[in-house]
């Protein structure tokens, strides 16, 4: 029997049952990855990380599938490694995309994260609709992909009513977020001055899986801003996972900012609000 010692982290979260439930695997050896994906069906949160004691490589899971990004896996990752660290603390962290910072401020830590690459859908404005139940008329902007990490559909509206109106199926998330990358993922979005209101979606052939707190996505929408033509420096603070149609909801607030030389940085607060061993 092998024991794996994990770790409950609350990210993004302003109090300690707010934000997204990640677990964080901390394990004397990595384990293959047919148990990784095991453990995280197990734990059945948005996303499980695994890091070794010997070595800063994080590997991520959904409960379906493995995942090669995710800011709030290494966000959450260093609150369980780094439990400790007070003031100002860098630390390096590795994934499949290379090596990655991340930067404990106070309460909060920072993931700088990559040069975004964008392109252009090959669908209308009324087929995003169509596909995000959505009317056209309320697609502000041009929809374009983003790719911060993972590559996401980066749909503004114009309205909070308008992002609560987004209901995707799998079959038209598929064809319209579709990437060679990772499995399809759409964030709609609206602003209110720097206050942005975000709903986050990814599919697979049957589901669609709406995120508590997406940390890539909160990335992709300042790469989105400034493929259209947003002057850096800015920063934005973006509510996520209370819009989330369900008998109970939480509030995500995730921090982005983007300094004059167009580098975006992702942030927020991290609780460990519980741990324990699973036995295999």
């Not at 990380?49 to 070595?55: E, V």
């Not at 252009?120 to 902007?141: M, R, T, W, Y």
């Not at 934005?236 to 995500?252: A, C, D, M, N, P």
């Amino acid at each position: 029997m092998t024991s794996y010692p994990f770790h409950l982290i609350n990210m993004f979260a302003e109090r300690r049952l707010g934000g997204n439930p990640v677990v964080v695997f901390t394990t004397a050896e990595m384990p293959d990855e047919q148990t990784r994906q095991t453990l995280a069906y197990q734990m059945a949160v948005a996303e499980t990380a695994f890091i070794s004691n010997t070595d800063t490589l994080v590997h991520v899971h959904s409960p379906q599938y493995a995942l090669p990004f995710s800011s709030q896996a290494l966000l959450s990752a260093a609150e369980a490694t780094h439990p400790n660290e007070i003031g100002l603390a860098a630390q390096v962290f590795k994934t499949h995309l290379g090596e990655t910072w991340l930067l404990r401020q106070g309460d909060r830590w920072w993931n700088q994260m990559n040069t975004p690459h964008t392109r252009q859908s090959i669908h209308s404005a009324l087929e995003i609709a169509e596909a995000l139940a959505l009317n056209p008329k309320d697609i502000v902007g041009r929809p374009l992909f983003v790719d911060c990490g993972l590559e996401q559909l980066i749909v503004q509206v114009k309205s909070q009513q308008s992002v609560l109106q987004a209901n995707p199926q799998p079959q038209g998330l598929a064809k319209l977020a579709q990437s060679s990358k990772n499995l399809p993922q759409a964030a709609v979005w609206c602003r209110d001055d720097n206050q942005i209101t975000l709903r986050f979606f990814s599919c697979d052939a049957f589901t669609v899986y709406e995120d508590f707190g997406s940390g890539t996505g909160a990335a992709s929408i300042a790469g989105w801003l400034l493929a259209s033509g947003q002057s850096a420096p800015f920063s934005l603070r973006i509510e996520q996972g209370h819009t989330i149609h369900r008998l109970v909801s939480r509030l995500s607030v995730i921090l982005v900012e983007v300094d004059e030389n167009r580098v975006i940085r992702v942030g927020g607060n991290a609780h460990r609000v519980g741990g324990g061993v699973i036995e295999l």
